[in-house]
């Protein structure tokens, strides 16, 4: 299957300060990514789907302003939170999907956000 | 109601001991039904795909129901490797074609030696 590699796994970061997080597909061309959120006993929840070359689409309640995608080539898709604030605090993952058909889904090593 | 619910647990087992989880989801045209196993501040990882025929990977047994919209989780002689939270996945289909994972909040397993 994929081997999808996911930087940083931990990042603390001040209030009011970006922190952009890379999800990369290492052996497979991923024309699309997705990117969950999960806070602590809470199932992992779609924030967005990363399309290469094109923008991204967010899932209802979630600020595309505040949670930039960017998609610029078929192995690397960054999350960037801006303006961190303590709610943001999340264990942040990506995963990408082999193919076309419903099957493959691989994710990152996942990162875990604290905003302080 | 929620798209995917499961059992909240915890289920604490000992070793050998049998143990079933239970899924059920709201949307039938649901497509695809997963297992995947969540170890503590890790990402999820695939267990097995779930087959309206049911299917066994071992000591792992799943089934789904699509008339009642439920999906089962079976483990035979637990181990203390299984201890981890199970999460039900249903894949659906948002629209155009695309699809799109629902996950369960999970079931935690804990069994003890």
């Known amino acids: 299957g994929a081997v999808v590699s996911q930087h940083p796994s931990r990042v603390i970061c001040k209030s009011g300060t970006s922190v952009k997080i890379e999800c990369r597909s290492l052996?497979?061309?991923?024309?699309?990514m997705f990117w969950y959120r999960q806070f602590p006993k809470q199932s992992l929840m779609l924030m967005a789907t990363?399309?290469?070359?094109?923008?991204?689409?967010?899932e209802q309640g979630v600020e595309k302003d505040k949670f930039l995608i960017n998609h610029a080539s078929l192995t690397l898709s960054t999350l960037t939170v801006t303006s961190a604030h303590p709610e943001d605090s999340s264990f942040y993952i990506c995963?990408?999907?082999?193919?076309?058909?419903?099957?493959?889904?691989?994710f990152g090593s996942g990162t875990r956000l604290t905003v302080v | 109601r929620k798209e995917v619910e499961q059992d909240p647990g915890p289920f604490n087992v000992p070793e050998g001991a049998t143990v079933a989880f239970n899924c059920t989801y709201s949307n039938s045209a649901s497509q695809s039904f997963f297992w995947y196993r969540q170890d503590c501040r890790k990402e999820p990882k695939l267990l097995m795909s779930v087959y309206s025929s049911g299917n066994e990977d071992g000591r792992f047994t799943a089934q789904l129901n699509r008339a009642s919209q439920y999906i089962s989780l079976l483990i035979r002689d637990s181990k203390l490797s299984d201890s981890a939270t199970y999460l039900c996945v249903v894949n659906i289909i948002p629209g155009a074609g695309s699809y799109q994972l629902t996950f369960g909040k999970g079931t935690k397993l804990s069994v003890i030696p």
């Open positions: 052996d497979f061309q991923a024309t699309t």
């Open positions: 990363s399309n290469e070359g094109s923008k991204a689409t967010y």
């Open positions: 995963s990408v999907r082999e193919g076309t058909t419903n099957y493959g889904y691989t």
